[in-house]
């Protein structure tokens, strides 16, 4: 003879399995308060660290500061600007990113200590010291790596050369830009190489320019990161940076270098394994330090930023 429980008894027996799953699994908090734990997260947002403020910024991207400042706005405010990390700093000033410059680190934790200007319950970073959170659910826009019934395909993203340019011809510049709409400019044109840059500008050549650094590298000055005009989902190049796509359909042709004569023994290490020091200029450029592949030398040379 099967044993019945009474519905009374079964609501008794439920609430209480509840009762200690709810225990368990309290509600998470809707907003971050006081000091946060490394690695905590609310709302989708993970609290990475304190850390030290540097010439030219420990987080590069866009930014904005105002006196009603709560960490929840600043990460709205980059979420809209496709970037994952939001810094805070002084206790209004928001800072975006997608990683951290270096040589900025994390540090004592409590260092970040100025309350939110629009929140005294938060704290925004401090004197030099800016408050890093990850948006753990992050997805931005991204290079178009193919386009359907086309014979372009995408190269990479490169550095502009401190001398000349990446592709020679800027054939149109669109606040509706997209990249189709660039590709069809440049093959109108009969030419091989599209580019596109700053999120609205389109450039083409019959080839790049040689030794072109690529820009793929997170630790680069510059970065393709900027959305499309007329295309949110696709990414346009980005300040000092270029989006280079290429037509299979063409022979292209060599290009002459566009270095003066005065500086015929220069050379370019890349990225190198070390990026030794980074310094803030007056103007479009930031002195870069690397270090030879070997280790053995120091190569210095200028590069295009937004300031």
């Not at 971050?32 to 850390?51: A, E, H, M, Q, R």
Request: some cysteine; glycine content about 10%; overall charge neutral.
């Amino acid at each position: 003879m099967a044993f019945l429980l009474s519905p009374i008894l079964v609501l008794f027996f439920l609430a209480d399995i509840f009762s200690e799953v709810k225990a368990q699994n309290p509600n998470p908090p809707t907003a971050f308060s006081g000091f946060p734990t490394v690695g905590s997260i609310v709302n989708d947002w993970k609290f990475l660290g304190c850390s030290t403020e540097i010439d030219g910024r420990a987080l590069t991207g866009k930014s904005y500061s105002e006196d009603n400042m709560t960490i929840d706005s600043c990460q709205e405010f980059c979420t809209k600007n496709n970037y994952m990390l939001a810094g805070l700093e002084y206790g209004r000033e928001c800072y975006c990113g997608r990683f951290l410059q270096p040589p900025a680190g994390y540090i004592y934790q409590k260092d970040c200590n100025m309350p939110c200007k629009g929140n005294e319950k938060q704290m925004c970073g401090g004197n030099s010291r800016v408050s890093i959170f990850n948006n753990t659910q992050f997805k931005g826009p991204s290079a178009l790596k193919t386009l359907p019934d086309s014979t372009w395909t995408y190269v990479s993203c490169y550095m502009e050369p401190l001398y000349g340019r990446a592709l020679s011809n800027l054939i149109k510049a669109d606040d509706r830009m997209t990249v189709p709409m660039c590709t069809q400019a440049c093959q109108g044109a009969g030419y091989a190489y599209a580019g596109l840059e700053y999120g609205r500008e389109c450039w083409c050549g019959a080839d790049k320019s040689p030794d072109l650094e690529d820009a793929s590298d997170p630790q680069c000055a510059m970065q393709c990161d900027m959305p499309c005009g007329g295309d949110a989902n696709s990414i346009c190049g980005g300040r000092g940076a270029i989006s280079i796509y290429k037509d299979s359909a063409k022979t292209s042709q060599k290009m002459r270098r566009h270095h003066g004569n005065d500086h015929g023994d220069y050379h370019d290490y890349g990225h190198g394994p070390i990026n030794a020091d980074i310094g803030a200029r007056k103007g479009r450029f930031v002195k870069v330090v690397r270090r030879s592949p070997d280790g053995t030398r120091q190569v210095e040379r200028e590069e295009r930023v937004s300031l």
